[in-house]
């Protein structure tokens, strides 16, 4: 049986992720409600549409790579890449 990168203790499959960081598993409750402690986080990744998955020992690297959504601690709001040509409606195509 495998041990929590973090805590050191057991952890099972059905409690427990792996870190995208360090790559060990660590204590991770995944659903709303279900008894059980938290070694790590789980945030959804803006860059690449992503969940991403880091223990304590490695979330200051892994949040600082990819910024945690609806945190406080995020500095700016995503940058919008520029549109290709100026919004004038729908386009409008000659028949022939």
Same mark, same amino acid.
């Given at each position: 049986m495998e041990t929590c990168v973090v805590c050191g203790e057991p952890v099972h499959e059905e409690n427990s992720v792996v870190c995208q960081g360090c790559d060990r598993r660590y204590h991770l409750v995944l659903r709303q409600g279900q008894p059980g402690?938290?070694?790590?986080?789980?945030?959804?990744?803006?860059? $690449? @549409? $992503? @969940? !991403?998955?880091?223990?304590?020992n490695c979330l200051p690297k892994a949040a600082a790579d990819s910024p945690i959504v609806g945190a406080a601690s995020t500095p700016e709001s995503p940058r919008r890449l520029p549109r290709t040509r100026p919004s004038q409606g729908p386009r !409008?195509? !000659?028949k022939r």
């Open positions: 402690k938290d070694c790590g986080e789980v945030w959804a990744d803006e860059m $690449s @549409l $992503s @969940l !991403r998955f880091a223990c304590h !409008r195509y !000659r």
